[in-house]
């Protein structure tokens, strides 16, 4: 069973443009959303995380939205470039602190 | 400060051989895991241990033996190895603090790619 669900499964997007990643839970005790950027050959590393109590966090180039009540969060990378291609991969935990649910990741190709 | 560590990078090995994959962390994080990456799937969680002495099984456990003897290392155990068992391989660390303490960033290693034939 699949606690959460990540869409699309591959993403191809033009240098400049906008790529959008989708994540569902269904676990109400989630409290914290990270995103994880996985490069070939290379372990996950942390892009950008939000907690429920606020709709909308932005980093650079990066922005999570979050709907707590439609238990949906995105990622969306504005301004999309050659290095962002990459595996994103959503996850979720609780107040347990550390045990990760991952979505089935996403892999994205940026066109030059 | 080299973060998380994996030894070996490559495995291949024939049905019913055992090993072990090997996990240190110089970060003294008390929490740690052990994670398979299968195309389409994620990462799921196998094992992890809050602490020295302490582990408990996560989401696929079958067929994988850990141990947790020191804060650093945690050596994830195949003890007879299957086809089904093919995939990467990946390490976690993070502090923990109990509820008080709020999530934090789970630093990964960067992987064993793992082959059984």
């Known amino acids: 069973q699949q606690q959460v669900k990540q869409s699309p499964q591959s993403l191809i997007v033009q240098k400049g443009g906008i790529s959008i990643i989708n994540c569902a839970y269904e676990n109400t005790a989630f409290d914290y959303f990270p995103w994880y950027q996985q490069f070939p050959g290379k372990g996950p590393a942390l892009l950008i995380a939000?907690?429920?109590?606020?709709s909308e966090k932005k980093e650079g180039r990066f922005t999570i939205s979050f709907n707590k009540s439609a238990k949906q969060f995105s990622l969306h990378i504005m301004d999309s470039q050659p290095g962002d291609s990459a595996t994103y991969f959503c996850a979720a935990t609780g107040t347990s602190g550390s045990r990760l649910t991952f979505g089935e990741g996403t892999q994205l190709t940026v066109n030059p | 400060n080299a973060g998380v560590t994996q030894t070996p990078k490559f495995q291949v090995l024939k049905t019913g051989q055992s090993m072990t994959l090997q996990c240190a962390q110089d970060?003294?994080?008390?929490?740690m895991s052990w994670y398979r990456q299968d195309p389409g799937m994620g990462l799921r969680l196998i094992h992890y241990?809050?602490?020295?002495?302490?582990?408990d099984q996560g989401e696929v456990p079958n067929g994988y033996n850990v141990s947790r003897s020191t804060t650093e290392d945690f050596p994830l155990r195949l003890l007879s190895a299957a086809p089904s068992q093919t995939s990467v391989y990946f390490c976690?660390?993070?502090?923990?603090?109990?509820?008080?303490?709020?999530?934090?960033?789970?630093?990964f290693g960067q992987g064993t790619r793992l082959t059984v034939v």
């Open positions: 241990s809050v602490g020295a002495g302490i582990t």
């Open positions: 939000i907690r429920p109590d606020v």
């Open positions: 970060m003294n994080h008390e929490y």
């Open positions: 976690a660390s993070s502090q923990t603090g109990g509820a008080a303490v709020l999530w934090t960033e789970a630093f």
